[in-house]
Antibody
Framework: EVQLVESGGGLVQPGGSLRLSCAAS????????MSWVRQAPGKGLEWVSV???????YYADSVKGRFTISRHNSKNTLYLQMNSLRAEDTAVYYC??????????????WGQGTMVTVSS | EIVLTQSPGTLSLSPGERATLSCRAS???????LAWYQQKPGQAPRLLIY???SRATGIPDRFSGSGSGTDFTLTISRLEPEDFAVYYC??????????FGQGTKVEIK
């Protein structure tokens, strides 16, 4: 079964750090482009970051310089290292697979999400 | 930056009725890269439509997408009880690479 399972969310103080993980099964992370998308409580969806199969990475302006996306090929896992966290980073964080072949430009598989709360 | 504006914000309809959701872009969007998602409370988004009009795997044919340029539409031909949810449009383009509309809530009248 093709699925994504996120972990690593929690409560962190402003200025703190957190690393999210997204374990994939049923497909190979490194063969696809993978993204993180977040959703603040009661709000809409916001794209955060992408890593392409070739390793190129890109970020939304709101997180550039603070967040780092990476992957571990042998563990088939995607990561998001979040530093210098702010209250406005509070959200559910989803990892999602880019449907390069199945649905170009869209995200065809999503994880269940992990909640990050930034508060003192 | 391309901004996607969805309307209406909330659509109140009864089961069996037709739902028409709009997504307007601030500048022209490639139809190849316009998608629609459904999200229910406490759940992750689910891809419904990609390429403006292609249904994703397993999506019922009561869902259809259309449009080009700056105006796109998601139509649900006959609402089923499980279709009451929030719907988002999304485009892929230049930086930022993906943007979403603010969502349309389809609620039971």
């Amino acid at each position: 079964e093709v699925q994504l399972v996120e972990s690593g969310g929690g409560l962190v103080q402003p200025g703190g750090s957190l690393r999210l993980s997204c374990a994939a099964s049923g497909f190979t992370v490194s063969s696809n482009y993978m993204s993180w998308v977040r959703q603040a409580p009661g709000k809409g969806l916001e794209w955060v970051s992408v890593i392409y199969s070739g390793g190129s990475t890109y970020y939304a302006d709101s997180v550039k310089g603070r967040f780092t996306i990476s992957r571990h090929n042998s563990k088939n896992t995607l990561y998001l290292q979040m530093n210098s966290l702010r209250a406005e980073d509070t959200a559910v964080y989803y990892c999602a697979r880019g449907g390069f072949v199945t649905a170009p430009g869209a995200f065809d598989i999503w994880g269940q999400g992990t909640m990050v709360t930034v508060s003192s | 930056e391309i901004v996607l504006t969805q309307s209406p914000g909330t659509l109140s309809l009864s089961p069996g009725e037709r739902a028409t959701l709009s997504c307007r872009a601030s500048q022209s969007v490639s139809s190849s890269y316009l998608a629609w998602y459904q999200q229910k409370p406490g759940q992750a988004p689910r891809l419904l439509i990609y390429g403006a009009s292609s249904r994703a795997t397993g999506i019922p044919d009561r869902f259809s997408g259309s449009g080009s340029g700056t105006d796109f539409t998601l139509t649900i031909s006959r609402l089923e009880p499980e279709d009451f949810a929030v719907y988002y449009c999304q485009q892929y383009g230049s930086s930022p690479r993906w943007t979403f509309g603010q969502g349309t809530k389809v609620e039971i009248k």
